[in-house]
């Protein structure tokens, strides 16, 4: 697939995405009451969401990060999680938040919440993403939260990328 901006259509702009993601951040406030939150981005799709969403939670967080890939240089999921980074503190009676950019699959999101259930006896665990492609579906598995559902696109900008390239674009775009 040849991907280039001027190609580009925008399926969320920049105002779209700050005015749900602060819609977000309004019902995750109203979940946690001001409780500590250890939030988990998953690097690097995630990171422009997490930040934006993080700056609107009235709650004290910590942040972690951790790095997964599914896709390498296709636009299509390979079928396999690979945990490139994982490492993360004691979680043991935290309320944790892991915050992704899409679930398609949801092997990704599987895979994160049977890896934090398997180690860690946390006090809640809420998964927040901020795109949701439930056509793409092969695990019965729901994010808590999201921002958008899409159909069946490749979509890039904003944290998603195509081979590495377009996570700064300030909207989130597909190709026709």
């Given at each position: 697939?040849?991907?280039?901006?001027?190609?580009?259509?925008?399926?969320?702009?920049?105002?779209?995405?700050?005015?749900?993601?602060?819609?977000?951040?309004?019902?995750?406030?109203?979940?946690?009451?001001?409780?500590?939150?250890?939030?988990?981005c998953v690097l690097k799709g995630a990171v422009m969401f997490a930040v934006d969403l993080i700056k609107s939670l009235n709650m004290p967080v910590k942040i972690?990060?951790?790095?997964?890939?599914?896709?390498?240089?296709?636009?299509?999921?390979?079928?396999?999680?690979?945990?490139?980074?994982?490492?993360?503190?004691?979680?043991?009676?935290k309320n944790v938040l892991i915050i992704e950019d899409i679930v398609d699959t949801g092997l990704t999101a599987k895979f994160l919440l049977d890896f934090m259930?398997?180690?860690?006896?946390?006090?809640?665990?809420?998964?927040?993403?901020?795109?949701?492609?439930?056509?793409?579906?092969?695990?019965?598995?729901?994010?808590?939260?999201?921002?958008?559902?899409?159909?069946?696109?490749?979509?890039?900008?904003?944290?998603?990328?195509?081979?590495?390239?377009?996570?700064?674009?300030?909207?989130?775009?597909?190709?026709?």
């Amino acid at each position: 697939m040849d991907i280039k901006i001027e190609n580009l259509k925008v399926l969320f702009d920049e105002n779209r995405l700050q005015t749900r993601i602060i819609e977000l951040a309004n019902e995750l406030n109203n979940l946690y009451k001001g409780e500590e939150v250890t939030v988990v981005c998953v690097l690097k799709g995630a990171v422009m969401f997490a930040v934006d969403l993080i700056k609107s939670l009235n709650m004290p967080v910590k942040i972690e990060f951790i790095r997964l890939s599914s896709y390498g240089s296709s636009v299509t999921t390979s079928g396999k999680v690979n945990a490139v980074d994982i490492r993360l503190p004691d979680l043991n009676g935290k309320n944790v938040l892991i915050i992704e950019d899409i679930v398609d699959t949801g092997l990704t999101a599987k895979f994160l919440l049977d890896f934090m259930n398997c180690n860690f006896n946390v006090k809640s665990l809420k998964f927040c993403s901020l795109l949701d492609k439930k056509v793409s579906r092969k695990v019965d598995i729901q994010p808590d939260y999201y921002g958008f559902e899409i159909d069946d696109k490749f979509v890039v900008g904003y944290g998603l990328d195509y081979d590495g390239y377009f996570r700064n674009l300030r909207y989130i775009g597909y190709k026709e």
